[in-house]
């Protein structure tokens, strides 16, 4: 399987933006005379006809959806969704009082996926052995759920540091490794950089972990962090300690880190 | 009364960007609910001053403002991206909002069934100089004023920024101090400080709200961070005044919650320790020697 990311014309996204809020102005002003927006598949079939209406009689470019779906949320409230580009859309909620809320937009992701009974026995072969990879990996990524804090461990001072380790935030099934680093000012064109190096733009170093007793850890929970100029961040691990360890090694690309585990 | 805007005049030349169509459509959206099952939009001015004391006001963290403004007359700029309504004749309503830092605005007509006419995008105030009224002329005033403003105070709000990104990079990370174990889960459980030279960072968790307590009929109900910053304030014993100058949200999808709190200014060397109080608790973090 391959994918690559698309940017979606800017007009279209306009374009749907302004219909959908054409489309909600007309609906509202049917709805406020009964007191509500009606039922669902009335609703769903007036928005794509307003739509339609609106956009000069032109029927919706989207084989599959409407210009403009509506769906009702409850007797006073509506969704509306706007399709543009490919995979795109941008999405409204509307309240009988005028209040639009929950405003998004979405962009699609295009792939290509290549269909099973298109590979050789080698291909077949090499997918489920990578698959089966990443249902382990993500077994282990899932294995700490942070659900039952026990403590924390301050690390020592590590005057001049570039990825200064903060603490430890011990769980019963992991811990999060806190750390900080300074970052500089984004200068990436949005426009000019590849999906490759969107993903690759900056990424938070690189942490290992070990004790005194040889415990394999790996990193689980998932991880966040981010920041204008410094960032601070938090990256979990499993299994949790053992109770006996004495030494948590941290490196995160200089010199390791001890904390000293024992309360 | 609908061709009154002939007057003023729309720059063809002019390329509103979408953003500010789309707000104002949004905007048009608020007085057409608040008509409820009124046949038409108001067309004298306690009526539309009525109808604006109706609209819904949306999220509380960006007010909206709404006036009224007189059928025919220039535009009014107050500086305060207002939301001009005027009648427009046949039961329509004539919604304009103005970008004050450019002294523009875009309008359309709105009809009492929803539908609306061309948009009109207005340059300044859409007529010469010499047909400026005192207002107008007032308006445009204050508007080279706040932009004077504006201009003498960009210096200082970049000073301003500088020291708040650059105040907890690494350079000025002093230590860590643990929070003692034991807190009860059951409410906001510190997990540990860092001590800056340029403040300070209260790393804590709080346990998350259940799924009913996250649900909410008012669509700008914020529970989930309600819940992450509750109340918290710091003592030294030294009387220092911490100020709260940054919140972060480390972790919404977890369970329980973990946030942070940083503040100013740092904590003296002289401090033994620091006492975290939340709402419904309290830990003492001993600092110990520096």
């Known amino acids: 399987m391959s994918s690559h990311f698309e940017s979606q014309p800017d007009d279209a996204q306009e374009a749907a933006g302004i219909l959908l809020l054409r489309v909600a102005l007309a609906l509202l002003g049917e709805a406020r005379l009964r007191g509500n927006f009606g039922d669902n598949t009335d609703l769903a079939e007036r928005a794509a006809a307003l739509a339609t209406e609106f956009a000069g009689g032109v029927p919706s470019p989207y084989p599959k959806h409407p210009a403009i779906e509506g769906s009702l949320l409850r007797p006073d409230r509506i969704s509306l969704s706007a399709p543009f580009g490919e995979g795109g859309s941008i999405v409204e909620s509307l309240d009988l009082d005028g209040i639009l809320f929950d405003g998004g937009t979405a962009f699609g992701v295009t792939y290509k996926q290549v269909e099973p009974n298109e590979m050789n026995p080698e291909e077949r072969a090499d997918l489920e052995r990578r698959q089966a990879k990443w249902r382990v990996e993500q077994e282990r990524r899932q294995r700490f759920t942070a659900s039952g804090f026990v403590r924390s461990v301050a690390a020592p001072s590590q005057p001049g540091a570039t990825v200064p380790i903060l603490a430890v935030e011990l769980f019963e099934d992991g811990f999060y490794v806190e750390f900080t680093y300074d970052t500089e000012p984004p200068t990436f064109d949005l426009d000019e950089m590849t999906a490759e190096q969107f993903l690759a733009r900056e990424k938070d170093p690189e942490i290992t972990v070990e004790d005194d007793l040889g415990t394999e850890y790996f990193e689980s929970g998932g991880g966040c962090g981010g920041g204008v100029r410094v960032s601070h961040s938090s990256r979990g691990f499993a299994p949790a300690p053992p109770p006996n360890a004495r030494i948590l090694r941290i490196t995160a690309g200089g010199a390791p880190v001890e904390l000293d585990l024992q309360p | ?290």
């Open chain 2, 1 to 290: 009364m609908c061709g009154h805007s002939a007057r003023l005049a729309i720059t063809s030349e002019m390329a509103p960007a979408s953003i500010e169509r789309r707000e104002l459509l949004e905007m048009a959206l608020r007085p057409l609910g608040a008509l409820g099952a009124g046949a038409e939009f108001p067309q004298d001015e306690a009526g539309i001053e009525a109808l604006i004391g109706r609209l819904a006001e949306g999220r509380p963290s960006e007010p909206k403002r709404f006036a009224h403004e007189d059928h025919g007359q220039l535009p009014r700029y107050d500086g305060e991206r207002t939301t001009w309504l005027s009648p427009a004749g046949d039961g329509a309503l004539r919604v304009r909002q103005e970008h004050p830092w450019d002294l523009t605005s875009e309008a359309v007509v709105l009809r009492p069934d929803g539908r609306i006419g061309e948009f009109e995008s207005i340059d300044g105030f859409g007529v010469p100089d010499s047909e400026l009224t005192d207002q107008a002329l007032a308006d445009r005033a204050a508007h080279k004023r706040r932009a004077r403003k504006l201009a003498e105070q960009e210096q200082e709000l970049e000073q301003q920024l500088e020291e708040e990104q650059a105040r907890f990079r690494t350079g000025n990370l002093i230590r860590t101090v643990a929070a003692p174990p034991g807190q009860a889960p059951t409410g906001p459980a510190v997990a540990y400080v860092a001590l800056y030279k340029t403040g300070v960072m209260i790393n804590y968790l709080v346990p998350r709200p259940s799924d009913e307590e996250l649900e909410s009929d008012d669509p700008f109900a914020e529970p989930l961070t309600e819940a992450m910053f509750p109340s918290l304030e710091i003592k030294d014993g030294l009387g220092t005044e911490f100020k709260s100058v940054d919140v972060d949200c480390v972790d919404e999808n977890s369970s329980p919650l973990r946030a942070r709190v940083s503040f100013v200014p740092a904590v003296p060397t002289a401090a033994r320790s620091l006492r975290i109080s939340f709402a419904t608790t309290a830990v003492e973090i001993e600092l110990g020697a520096p």
